[in-house]
Structures are given as structure tokens and as C-alpha cells.
């Protein structure tokens, strides 16, 4: 089932007698199981239905046994077991999943791992429970989420603030949340957020930051690009060269996928690089200053200086100097 099914099924009061939620992604794990938390039981309820265990501190006989109660005063007890990943003997969950108690609600969060899908217990609860898999976002796809994400707290975001957001938090969906949280305090609903408002209460600067880079090396821009890097440089805790790179790495690969489309109409080519429709001026803008061949050339740079970066046959040179030597390649 789809992380918005199930959370769609939990404000609704449908629940599972068993969710077996594991996965690379922390945050939708943590989502799934809060809303568990927050919609099943009154908090008057929790004193005697609900109970939180360790994967380190318990075992599966244990949670069973737990399983098998009968709530009192209530139509439901909850067990939520976190660290779920550390459990021994998963196997001996298989005569529970096939005849769980109704009034129980089981929660597994087994983070930052998977279970083997070819185990008979994680056939078992796929058949008739809830395996959700929480999968990843790749690094193109975090703009979107975090416009989906603030939208569904009925706030909107801009497009370049979103990318703002993106490109300095990476795909780390429960910093970004806690980022966006700050954000909210002072915004109301109806409202959007803006360049502005990431600069002024999060301390993005909206004028240096990568994705105003990419605009300046899109139109060859040298001595706004020369601002941009002499400014990570100063600053290279906030800006380091091993979070750059990846993201230029993406920039360049796109404007050379375009060079190969054969339909380079707006609509085809929001769709063949899975970019919001609002970039694609700037990145189809940016093909006509390099050719296809350029762009081969400034893939194989920044497989050079990612090596570099990381210390490998660079013992000395410090990030903003490899950092400046890279963006003269990249515009001469």
C-alpha cells in the first residue's frame, strides 16, 4: 500500500491489526507511526492500551504475548515497537500474523533497512496486513515533495524557493520537515513562501546559493559566478564542495539530455528531465551556450574534482580553491 493510502486510512479510522513498516526512509516510517499514535487512542485511553518497546530491549515472544492482550475500557490497544531492526526471530511472527488478536494494533518500524521479501513473514504480512516499504526520494524529486509536503498543510511554496530549500537540506526529508516547521510559524494558511522568507528564517541567502550558481553557468555569467564560488569559498562550512559538485553533476547531464531530445518543446522536456515546468526556460537557455561535446568535457571535470574533493591525489588544495579551479574549466 501507498504511504497516502495509509495515511488516508488512519484519518478515517481504518486500521490494520498489523503494519510493518521498514525501509531507507526514516521520516515516512516516523509519519506513519506519530499518526498511529495520535488517532487510535484518547490520551486518557494510552495510560493502559498503549505500549512503546525497543527492538534492543525486547523480543518476539515478548511482543506476542503483549499482542494477545484485550484492551480495557477501550476497542483497541496499541503496541508500537520501534527499532524494530534489531529483532531476533523474526520468524516466530508467523502463527500471530495468521491469527492476530482484532483488537490489537501492531507497529513495527524497522528503519534504515528492509526486511527479505522472500521470508514467509514478510509474504504473510504483505498478503494480509500492511509492508509498507519506505523508499529513498532521489535528489530531483525533493523540490517537488516539499511543495506536495507544504501544500498539504494548506501552504504553498515558489518553485525557486523550493529549490532553495532542496539544494541546501539534500534529500533529508526529517531535517527539511524540521525546516519547514520553522517556516510555518509565521505563515498563515493561504499564504506563500517565498525566496525571501527561506533567506530571512532559515538563513539561506537567496542571492549565493547553488541554484543561482547553475543560473549564472547557464548563461555564462562569469562575474556573477566568480561572486557566487569567491563567496562559498569564505564560506565553506555552509557551502562544501562534495554537496556542490552532485548537484552541478545533475545541472550538466540535464542540459545534455537536451541536446539529444528530438521534441525540445517545454512539455518534453519537463518530462524527460522530471523537472518542474517553471526551470525549463532557463535550463533549454542554458544548452545553446554549451555544446554537446562541452558538456562531456564538464561531466568528465566534475568526476575529476569529486575525486579531488574527497583527498584522492590531492593532499593540499582546499575545497573554494579546487572549487574556483573547476568553474574556470566549466566556463572557458
Not at 564538464?298 to 574556483?324: C, F, H, M, Q, W
Request: charged share 25%; net charge positive.
Amino acid at each position: 500500500m501507498r504511504y497516502e493510502e495509509i495515511i488516508k486510512s488512519i484519518k478515517n479510522k481504518i486500521f490494520s491489526p498489523i503494519y510493518f513498516l521498514h525501509g531507507e526512509e526514516g521520516f515516512f516510517i516516523d509519519e506513519i507511526c506519530n499518526l498511529i499514535d495520535q488517532n487510535v487512542l484518547t490520551e486518557g485511553e494510552k495510560d493502559f492500551n498503549q505500549s512503546v518497546v525497543y527492538g534492543k530491549d525486547t523480543d518476539i515472544g515478548t511482543i506476542i504475548t503483549m499482542a494477545k492482550r484485550f484492551p480495557m475500557m477501550s476497542s483497541h490497544q496499541v503496541i508500537l515497537v520501534k527499532e524494530a531492526q534489531h529483532l531476533k526471530q523474526l520468524n516466530l511472527l508467523e502463527s500471530y500474523i495468521d491469527s492476530p488478536q482484532k483488537s490489537t494494533i501492531l507497529v513495527f518500524c524497522y528503519k534504515y533497512k528492509k526486511i527479505d521479501g522472500r521470508l514467509a513473514v514478510a509474504k504473510k504480512i504483505k498478503k494480509n496486513h500492511i509492508l509498507f516499504d519506505s523508499k529513498k526520494i532521489y535528489d530531483n524529486q525533493t523540490p517537488d515533495w516539499i511543495e506536495n509536503h507544504i501544500r498539504s498543510i494548506g501552504v504553498s511554496i515558489t518553485p525557486p524557493a523550493s529549490r532553495m530549500l532542496s539544494e541546501h537540506l539534500g534529500n533529508d526529508l526529517s531535517r527539511i520537515s524540521n525546516e519547514v516547521q520553522k517556516l510555518l510559524i509565521t505563515t498563515k494558511k493561504g499564504e506563500t513562501i517565498t525566496e525571501d522568507d527561506i533567506q530571512d528564517k532559515i538563513g539561506i541567502s537567496k542571492d549565493y546559493n547553488v541554484f543561482e550558481l547553475q543560473n549564472a553557468l547557464g548563461s555564462k555569467d562569469i562575474t556573477k559566478a566568480n561572486k557566487i564560488i569567491f563567496y562559498f569559498a569564505a564560506n565553506p562550512k555552509d557551502h562544501p564542495l562534495v554537496m556542490i559538485i552532485p548537484i552541478l553533476y545533475n545541472y550538466f547531464s540535464n542540459i545534455a539530455v537536451i541536446h539529444t531530445l528530438q521534441d525540445k518543446s517545454p512539455r518534453s522536456i519537463a518530462s524527460a528531465l522530471g523537472i518542474n515546468p517553471y526551470f525549463v526556460n532557463a535550463i533549454s537557455s542554458a544548452a545553446r551556450y554549451y555544446s554537446y561535446a562541452k558538456l562531456v568535457r564538464i561531466i568528465g571535470y566534475l568526476r575529476e574534482y569529486d575525486a579531488k574533493a574527497k583527498g584522492v591525489d590531492n593532499p593540499y588544495t582546499s575545497g573554494g580553491d579546487l572549487l574556483k579551479e573547476l568553474i574556470y574549466k566549466i566556463l572557458h
